[in-house]
């Protein structure tokens, strides 16, 4: 099959350090690949990848420091795109919905996934406009404000199962990986770790949107016992420091559309400790893989617990769930549906062509 995956470019594909839209195409490009498909990538110019990549810019947006306007390499890059569209069996889309107007008015079989939150007040407008658009649910958790959407199914992330080392000896401290922002929590983990007497190391970048946040709430509170901040980690360093970990702390306060550190340190064999939110429920097998927790002092007490778990079956769980082949066949059944149903369809010459309602 030729397919064409559309990469947002703020970051490489994979990203040099946090990214897991970026890594997520990575993985699945890769293995389209592997399989034998016939693959172009979009996506910045340094990325890497055995596919064929086009590039708008020759540099991820968050590395250059020059680009202002951050719009203008996407609208490029669709343009490069729909210059080679009759080359492509598929297209698969992973840029949100900026694409949603080009696409209406192409004939190349599409599917697009949402890999962010749903629940903003601006999406209801935007997404009955373009309702007709084929769309892809990365946890059933993330439909849930537009459950009417053209939902043609719910695709879990997954990565190979050699990226992350199996470690049966667990660690003596906690984990907060990701991002210093109000909606991941970094100052429940802290707490958390603080009441139950462990050391806690934070490996999280700060945007700098949650600048002000980080000096506000989160730099004085490292300044306390048990906290270490190590700052932005890259890839490479992932594996070591989840693998190390007793336990991985996800305190989120909002409605997670996945969160690929929870399969990470799954992976690792590491147990997590996650707040009932969002797709938290999906992911973490409650007293299996970890435990899904409602405040701090239940978290403390999930902390206490962690022994009681078998890091050898969180890497188990992680290994039927989430690996790539599984994703990459997810989403392979649904591009032959589309296509089938594109080829039923075009049989059948229509008696008029309507591409919204208001149309």
């Known amino acids: 099959m030729r397919i064409a995956q559309v990469a947002p470019l703020y970051e490489s594909v994979p990203p040099y350090r946090y990214g897991g839209t970026e890594r997520v195409v990575s993985y699945l490009t890769e293995e389209l690949v592997r399989?034998?498909?016939?693959?172009?990538?979009?996506?910045?110019?340094?990325?890497?990848?055995?596919?064929?990549?086009?590039?708008?810019?020759?540099?991820?947006?968050?590395?250059?420091?020059?680009?202002?306007?951050?719009?203008?390499?996407?609208?490029?890059?669709?343009?490069?795109?729909?210059?080679?569209?009759?080359?492509?069996?598929?297209?698969?889309?992973?840029?949100d919905y900026i694409h949603f107007p080009v696409v209406r008015?192409?004939?190349?079989?599409?599917?697009?996934?949402?890999?962010?939150?749903?629940?903003?007040?601006e999406h209801v407008s935007l997404y009955q406009e373009f309702r007709e658009m084929p769309v892809v649910s990365?946890?059933?958790?993330?439909?849930?404000p537009l459950p009417w959407l053209h939902w043609q199914g719910t695709v879990y992330h997954g990565f190979h199962k050699d990226l992350y080392t199996f470690r049966e000896k667990p660690g003596k401290y906690l984990a907060f990986l990701g991002r210093i922002s109000p909606e991941?929590?970094?100052?429940?983990?802290?707490?958390?770790?603080?009441?139950?007497?462990?050391?806690?190391?934070?490996?999280?970048?700060?945007?700098?949107?949650?600048?002000?946040?980080?000096?506000?709430?989160?730099?004085?509170?490292?300044?306390?016992?048990?906290?270490?901040?190590?700052?932005?980690?890259?890839?490479?360093?992932?594996?070591?420091?989840?693998?190390?970990?007793?336990?991985?702390?996800?305190?989120?306060?909002?409605?997670?559309?996945f969160g690929l550190v929870i399969i990470e340190a799954m992976a690792c064999g590491t147990p997590v400790i996650a707040y009932r939110q969002g797709s938290v429920p999906e992911l973490v097998e409650d007293g299996q893989s970890g435990f899904i927790v409602d405040n701090i002092e239940t978290a403390v007490r999930a902390a206490q617990r962690v022994p009681s778990l078998s890091r050898?079956?969180?890497?188990?769980?992680?290994?039927?769930?989430?690996?790539?082949?599984?994703?990459?066949?997810?989403?392979?059944?649904?591009?032959?549906?589309?296509?089938?149903?594109?080829?039923?369809?075009?049989?059948?010459?229509?008696?008029?062509?309507?591409f919204g309602k208001n149309h």
């Open 184 to 257: 991941k929590r970094p100052d429940r983990a802290i707490r958390i770790a603080q009441q139950a007497g462990m050391e806690l190391k934070i490996a999280a970048k700060v945007d700098a949107k949650d600048q002000k946040y980080f000096e506000s709430a989160i730099k004085p509170m490292l300044k306390g016992p048990y906290v270490d901040y190590i700052g932005e980690i890259e890839e490479d360093e992932k594996d070591e420091f989840l693998g190390n970990a007793f336990a991985l702390l996800f305190p989120i306060d909002w409605p997670e559309p």
């Open 138 to 144: 990365i946890s059933n958790a993330q439909r849930k």
């Open 312 to 354: 050898r079956r969180c890497r188990e769980i992680f290994e039927k769930r989430f690996s790539v082949e599984r994703m990459t066949e997810d989403y392979l059944k649904i591009y032959r549906r589309l296509l089938r149903e594109k080829r039923m369809s075009s049989t059948v010459l229509p008696k008029e062509v309507s």
């Open 105 to 121: 008015l192409r004939k190349t079989p599409c599917v697009t996934t949402l890999h962010g939150r749903l629940d903003l007040p």
């Open 35 to 95: 399989q034998g498909h016939d693959v172009t990538l979009f996506a910045s110019g340094d990325s890497v990848t055995k596919a064929r990549l086009v590039s708008p810019c020759q540099h991820s947006l968050r590395s250059n420091k020059q680009c202002v306007e951050q719009t203008a390499p996407h609208v490029l890059m669709l343009e490069q795109l729909y210059n080679e569209t009759p080359g492509f069996d598929f297209v698969h889309f992973h840029i």
